[in-house]
Nanobody, 128 residues
Framework: QVPVVESGGGLVQPGGSLRLSCAVS?????????IGWFRQAPGKLREGVGC????????HSADSVKGRFTISGDNANNRVYLQMNNLKFEDTAVYYC????????????????????WGQGTSVTVSS
């Protein structure tokens, strides 16, 4: 069983919005985790989009998406969301969520190697 599963991707026009969801299962207690969001565009390396600490709900977004993307958590339902607004062509990518567990910190890291469980990804295409 994959402990993290992304959903919510799709086709959207420039300037539009999407909300991606990351569902965490497998008995993980979300109070002691961090979730990272990453993306990989065609022909490019995977990059960090942002992260959130389950303990504090402190969230951090990468400079490339700051002001447009927001990460939030719903510990009661074991979900983390990536709200993406004002989407641009360059946001086209496969988006992944990843789980760092256990994590007791109030902050979070955007480094891939910190995360131990990865979802399969959900595709986002920004096109007119």
């Amino acid at each position: 069983q994959v402990p993290v599963v992304e959903s919510g991707g799709g086709l959207v026009q420039p300037g539009g919005s999407l909300r991606l969801s990351c569902a965490v299962s497998g008995g993980f207690t979300l109070d002691y985790y961090a979730i990272g969001w990453f993306r990989q565009a065609p022909g490019k390396l995977r990059e960090g989009v942002g992260c959130i600490s389950g303990r504090s709900n402190f969230a951090h977004s990468a400079d490339s998406v700051k002001g447009r993307f927001t990460i939030s958590g719903d510990n009661a339902n074991n979900r983390v969301y990536l709200q993406m607004n004002n989407l641009k062509f360059e946001d086209t990518a496969v988006y992944y969520c990843a789980l760092r567990y256990p994590w007791y910190g109030n902050d979070c890291s955007g480094e891939e190697y910190e995360y131990t469980h990865w979802g399969q990804g959900t595709s986002v295409t920004v096109s007119s």
